[in-house]
Nanobody, 125 residues
């Protein structure tokens, strides 16, 4: 069974760091684009999750949302079959739930299929 499981969230002060993990099972991440998506805690119903960062299969090209450029780094560890999101210099506005899935297009959230439980990131000022 193909599955992605998120972990690594937590509570930090502004300026702190976290490293999120997206562990894959049942398939090899080398052959699939993988992305991290963000949902605010007070997100309006029906609003699409935001693509934070994505990494493409093969050449490993990366995409970052403007809000996280220079602070977040997406890392693909083929040996561990895991995609990490290194989050540095965290801001209170980064607070939310982070999910990983295969993206639609460059880094849009998929329209179909199920989402995992995500991992909660809380950044206090």
């Amino acid at each position: 069974q193909e599955q992605l499981v998120e972990s690594g969230g937590g509570s930090v002060h502004a300026g702190g760091s976290l490293r999120l993990s997206c562990a894959a099972s049942g398939f090899n991440i080398s052959y699939y684009d993988i992305g991290w998506f963000y949902e605010a805690l007070d997100q309006a119903p029906g609003k699409e999750r935001e693509g934070v960062s994505c990494i493409s299969s093969g050449d490993g090209n990366t995409y970052y949302a403007d809000s996280v450029k220079g602070r977040f780094t997406i890392i693909r560890d083929i040996a561990k079959n895991t995609v990490f999101l290194q989050m540095n210099n965290l801001k209170p506005e980064d607070t939310g739930v982070y999910y990983c899935r295969g993206p639609r297009g460059q880094c849009l959230p998929p329209l179909f299929g199920s989402w995992g439980r995500g991992t909660l990131v809380t950044v206090s000022s």
